[in-house]
């Protein structure tokens, strides 16, 4: 297993389309780039199908996010076949479909060798709720890929740092966090926990945010940028960012992580804080 990987985040600009062929020719243009620079993992934002939704319609109806699972097939087939044909994972954001009844926002992890893996979002804001009525998930998966293990929150589910501390109880060093915020204070609230999250658990975090201007209900003003961040040591960064976009552009974000330099942190690092902390003043969750 190679101790190196080059990662990416996707500045993805939720701009209208007209079809479905146009949305996966913007998708497929930022995997191609990633694949010019030797990436081997590519994060895209959460909820990046509701672009689907500003599809013209000929029956005259607004576009609901139910209508969304009707694309969950070619969505897959879109993402699998960029990830076959560049013998790279992609975290193609997140994309809401039906499950048991239900609809739930899952993040698809589509890996080289064909398999996709899911993961829920587990934390549901206030509009995932109502109006859009979504189910949460009720797991949280620690992922085997190609270059090691790693998690995926969602979003929100980052601002909850006992995920993250049993992600890593588990073995992950990379979090992925594919996120949508429509104004800077979310922006900055997911950010913020990012750094924490890789400062509390000697963790690698790559996370990514929408762009642009949608016409679709609750998707019409996205904030945010990419970025790699690292734990805040001195093999590291001094402010924890390894790479990041300009605000509101759309761009591809790249670096490489090497993933021994953790190991060497969580050994002798200035602070020990994964090592250090008092499991017997607040044992690990299960």
Not at 37 to 49: D, I, S
Not at 98 to 117: Q, S, Y
Not at 243 to 260: F, I, P, R
Request: net charge negative.
């Amino acid at each position: 297993m190679s101790r190196r990987i080059r990662v990416a985040g996707v500045q993805h600009d939720m701009r209208a389309v007209g079809s479905f062929d146009a949305f996966a020719a913007q998708c497929a243009h930022h995997v191609a780039a990633a694949a010019e620079w030797n990436v081997q993992a590519c994060l895209f934002p959460e909820f990046l199908t509701t672009q689907l939704l500003s599809i013209p319609r000929t029956d005259g109806r607004a576009a609901g996010i139910a209508d969304l699972d009707a694309h969950t097939a070619a969505y897959r087939a879109l993402f699998s076949g960029l990830a076959a044909r560049h013998a790279m994972t992609i975290v193609a954001g997140t994309h809401v479909h039906a499950v048991d009844g239900g609809l739930r926002n899952t993040a698809h992890v589509f890996l080289p060798d064909g398999r996709v893996e899911l993961q829920d979002k587990l934390h549901l804001t206030p509009t995932e709720v109502s109006p859009w009525a979504l189910a949460p998930g009720g797991e949280l998966r620690v992922l085997d890929l190609p270059f090691g293990r790693a998690a995926v929150l969602v979003c929100y589910d980052v601002e909850f740092p006992e995920l993250a501390r049993q992600a890593r109880a588990r073995g992950a060093d990379i979090l992925f966090v594919p996120s949508c915020t429509d104004d800077r204070q979310g922006f900055h609230r997911v950010r913020h926990c990012c750094h924490a999250r890789a400062i509390e658990d000697q963790v690698y975090v790559v996370a990514t945010h929408t762009v642009g201007n949608l016409p679709v209900e609750w998707m019409r003003g996205n904030v945010g940028n990419a970025a790699i961040i690292t734990p805040c040591d001195v093999q590291f960064p001094p402010g924890g960012v390894m790479a990041q976009g300009e605000m509101n552009v759309e761009q591809l974000v790249v670096a490489e992580l090497e993933l021994d330099l953790l190991a060497r942190a969580r050994q002798g690092g200035s602070v020990r804080t994964w090592q250090d902390r008092r499991a017997d003043l607040y044992p690990l969750a299960g």
